[in-house]
């Protein structure tokens, strides 16, 4: 899955306006639909969201709970799509929690210690559904080891997606492909099921 957005969510960045969003996205999206990788937009505008669904996109990933209801609207009518929702969103997602991921939400405005406590939740988690975690690059690395020097922090993030993909995370939401897929080849070749 290729996940592409046009605003950030880091702490502190400024917000987009949804035409604004949808302009940056355009021409990104229209050269990636139809290749051989799904296309998640990451985008917690339901204008964005239902453009991208039009034009192809097959997951969009939501980072906000307040709009979740508005993205479970849009996949009622888009039954090939799946949704990234926070998994701390508290309402009725009946009859499409097969299409739908959670995602425990690592570095929103969390501590170390709140983000140490929802990177293990995940076993739990799994219970109520599939799980997907944004793991690479988050501040809980820099907290953990100490590393000041940006780019630095391979080590910390692969440690942390191999954990959730031990702790059954389907899916780990990365920047570093190459070498997470990488280290969990060998992960999976260790454990001998050929099958992580």
């Not at 960045?13 to 296309?39: D, F, M, Q, Y």
Request: charged share 25%.
């Amino acid at each position: 899955i290729l996940d592409i957005g046009a605003e950030s969510t880091r702490p502190g960045a400024v917000p987009v306006g949804w035409e604004e969003e949808r302009e940056r996205l355009e021409p990104v999206l229209a050269g990636l639909v139809g290749e051989s990788v799904p296309i998640s937009v990451d985008t917690y505008h339901p204008e964005t969201a239902a453009w991208a669904i039009a034009a192809g996109a097959k997951m969009i990933n939501c980072v906000y709970a307040q709009y979740i209801p508005q993205m479970l609207e849009l996949m009622k009518d888009a039954s090939d799509v799946e949704l990234v929702m926070p998994a701390k969103f508290e309402g009725d997602i009946r009859g499409l929690e097969a299409r739908i991921y959670l995602d425990p939400m690592i570095g929103f405005d969390t501590t170390r210690e709140e983000d140490l406590a929802l990177i293990q939740s995940i076993p739990e988690l799994l219970r109520r559904g599939r799980v997907l975690v944004g793991v690479s690059r988050k501040r809980i690395v820099k907290k953990l080891t100490g590393e000041k020097v940006t780019g630095k922090n391979l080590g910390g993030n692969l440690a942390i997606a191999l954990w959730c993909v031990m702790n059954g995370a389907d899916v780990v939401r990365v920047h570093d492909v190459r070498e997470t897929v990488q280290a969990i080849k060998v992960l999976s070749a260790l454990k001998g099921n050929g099958n992580v």
